[in-house]
């Protein structure tokens, strides 16, 4: 029977089981379609085909199945058999393979059968294979990348009528737990020849399968510890029940299965791996989960999987955490008395499935003499192939490694992925894991270990430049904030340190006492300790200290209410009173038992030259905030403490406002007005554990990590909705230099925080409200003030800038392009051999500015003409957009009025204009063509039209359109509109897909696709999002412009490798332009990156752990400043 007759309707249609079990009639009908008619493929699941109503029918479910949809049209089948249509429906329209191909890669991300976080290289080999459609849909599915898109390449081969080249096999007994009697089944992992790298359900029998969670999860944590991950193969799993796929396959009881089969498929494919003696056994099968250090964990059904086990006489390698309950149903099934083995990890594992195969040993032994004759020849012959293999799995392991200890250990994971980088540079997913470590810690400027585990207390000197820390080591250290080098320690144990901001003295607390030191040098000198006070009760300790009166005295709160004072220079004991003699019992509140203070800090006066005392806030146990004058003595009530729902644990405040840190985040306190301006403030709602508030900037620390929130006495301060905890996990933190923040973390670190861009960000240049690169790679840019020009520049922004300051850096002019007058620019572009700038000249005309791409200032200024129909007044005669189209010798530019005018760049003749309706006035112009919006409003369209011929190509509808861009490759177009949704186009205007919309509600004003068409850069507001193109997932933390200016306009460098973008100041004043912001979107400069935040590079004896001795020790970070 033909697919024409399946389409058709006839009455022996196949059944369910027939189109997804071992006969795969549904991959069939889909492949006779494909060769035979085509144009039917789009009916073959209509809703009202019979086939949708088959695969409806079935019984599969999601796991994850959402309840706003209808179950009927949100079945597993279903959408499995649409993926296959998909893949099928690519390789007849090749054109359109980015749209048909997305809904497939969804269904099998979300079907559970690929591991997390894998991509994948479709060979070279495969592209030059086939027919160009073929060619078409392998080299889109090369260019997504994803483990998705390799499944979609493996399908789409064996669709077109391809072999699958299959290589070396492994087989590996497994369990199930169905029904009462369970289930015994074969996992099978092929090596496929040629195809893509990585991880695949078998594209010709698995692919009706949709799992869940915990099947994907220790499928990947299998994946990613063997060490195949790593060696470029591709590899198709299958799990048959005698001929039958298994297509309801869940949880992670397979985990252990896949790890061992694939370790024994390294073997198998490794030189000679034919003959090794020992091998799993045939008659030992592996039930059991696996997590991501190699551990066995625990599995559900072991009665039943036992049943089945006995009845088909198999042994079973269980997990050892379930010894106990596996021993309890012995005596169920006495054929399993003497065949269950225990296992830990996976090397246990492999230990109880493998056997000694005596065959191999006949084998091993007739083949000894040529392999110890020819071994030498052979292994010269392969000794550099191997080394660069070898090199490549263990590269392959260690960026496997890096990305598991992301959060937990970024600078152990940042080196590890660097150690990668450097053994075996373009090692499989390096390059994207250096960039999600660094995105993950992308504002961590430099980080270094302080202590063996804990730093408890950090305390700034912003004059010298150090930080001054205490762990678990019992001493205080002094650190130089720039280059993390130690500059001194001391000895003793210490609770915390506390800076004078009056003079470089330092004091330390423990429990009962203080310590001063002198730092004027950099490093702790002991000045000597404080003398004892008795007034405070035996048990009491410090709980917090600081310097008042100008840093003449030193001020300490106890917990049991004790307030004392010493003077700084003779160090002699002067006041000491008691909270609970001095308050009232209305001031007190109802105190809890135990411990009366939980904080305290000081609040320094702001009139301290008029003799003014300063304060401090005392925060009580029962959440209540008491103001106390230094000197005075005088006590007032700051915060009752009824307003507090959470346990407060942390107080800082002026005379305005109050911070209170508790264990659900900081309230904000307006102490003029007596209310609640946030809680919790910056959206923030994990336990503080510190605070630190200087120059109107508050730190927030917590286990999620530091956030900042400025202006904090200003209106601004509270207006911002949500910080970002940045950093890693923090026990402290304190405002540094140059709005740095310092951070003591849980793992023994320190950690220098910067509240911009971090790492990916490049330093941002001077103002200018234009800028476009030069053929060669260079920037070109305009001279602004007061809204005017004196002409352009090329710059190249690299090594030391010529001038920086608070608005940018400025470098060496490589060119200049300057005119006599001033003028206003809209918009440049270059050629290779000339420059132009439109905007408008003499304050009444339109025009473009023209010169040499040599530079000069001589430059040629061509008029753009206005239609007879427009506004005249001057303010409207502005040239809005310039273009050129080297491969026509033309230059393109347009009026504020719509109109579109040609000049001929080797005669400057100028072509009748080109009328287009006023409204939006972007274009975009690749090759000899261009688009235009046509209008404005809601009847607004885009028109493609032929610049040579001035034929119009193409007309679509394009309402409310604001912007275009068009991909340097030719293949993509971009439209988005003033509703925030973008449009993604062919290189033929034709759609791609549906507009999706842009999230938030930050209006979009710059969009920008890649040199290369697969990603598209989108600006809101302050931030800038990178989308990929295909899935329309972001592909990198947004990028932000740190001082909050509007990012207005985008551009990608020629290399694709760094993202510019224009700014304007949001001020409701006149617009002026910020500085022009960079950021780092390439994988480039790994080392000065990973260095500077880590601190250093891997030291011997972590590289003896983690890389191996059997590779040279490099010393990562050396040369690195």
Partial sequence: ???????????DLPDHAALTGSAQDWLKICARTLRESPGELGRLLTDDHPYAEIFAAGTSRWYDRDPRKPERTDVPDLGSARAILAVTEALAEPRRATELLAPALAHWRRANVLPDNAATTVPKELFQAGDQALRGVLQRAGEIGSAAAGLAALLAIHLHGGEIKRGRRVEVPVLFD??????????SLTVAMDGPAGLYPDPTRMLFLASDAGFRHSLTAAWQSSELSGAGLCVLWAIQMRTEPCNDVVRNSLGAAFGAGLDELRRSTARLG??????????RAITGGLDGDGRVTAVGGLDTKFAAAARDKLRVVVPRVQQAEADGLR??????RRGLYYASDLDEVLAHARWFDARQMALAAALVLVLVLGGVIVDRINQNELARSELATRAATLTTQATLLKQTDPRLAG???LAAHRISPGAAGNADALRDILATNENVIRSWKASPSVV????????????YTSGDDDAIKAWDLETSAETGRLAGSTARLVMSPYAPVLAATDSDRIRLFNVAGGKPEPLGQLPEYFCAQDQSTIVAAGFVDSGATVLAAWTDGAITTWDTMTREAGDCWRLRDAATDKQLGDVLPGRLVLDASVMPSEEAWRGAEDRLLILLNQNRILDVGARTHEISVALDGDELVADATHVRGTAERLAVGTSAGVLLWDRTTKRNLAFPLGGLSSAVTGLDFRDDRLVIAGPTGVAVIPDFLTSSGTGRSAATPRGGPARTAAVGKDDTIVVGGADGRIAVLNDDGGNLTLPALAPANTAAYTPDGALLLNNWSQARSGGLFTVRPTGEPDWSGPTGVTYRHERDYSRSRNFYVNDTAVSATHVAAVGQIDNDTAA???WPAGGGSEPRDLVIPTPDDAVREAQWQIGVHVAFAPAANLMVARHLSGQVAIWDTTTWARAAPLDLRPGNTSMAVHGTRGVFTDGGDDRGELVMLDLVTRQELHRIPGPNTVRLNWSADGTRIVSMRESRHLQLYNGDLNPIGAPWQLPGTGLGSGVAISPDGTRVAVSQESRVYVYDLVTREQVMLPLVDPDGNDVVSLEWSPDGGTLLGLTIVPTRALKEPGPVRRWLVADREWSTQICRWAGGGLSRDEWREHVGDDITYVDLCRGVK
């Fill in 274 to 283: 034919w003959l090794r003696l020992r091998r799993l056994h045939p008659r």
């Fill in 415 to 417: 080196l590890l992925a």
């Fill in 848 to 850: 473009v500015v023209v």
């Fill in 178 to 187: 169905r029904n009462t009697e369970g289930g015994q089944a074969i996992l």
């Fill in 1 to 11: 029977m033909t697919s024409i007759e399946f389409a058709t309707g006839q009455p």
């Fill in 331 to 336: 005596d169920r099934h006495p054929a399993l």
């Fill in 456 to 467: 408890d207390t950090v305390a700034v000197d912003v004059s010298r430049s150090r930080v």
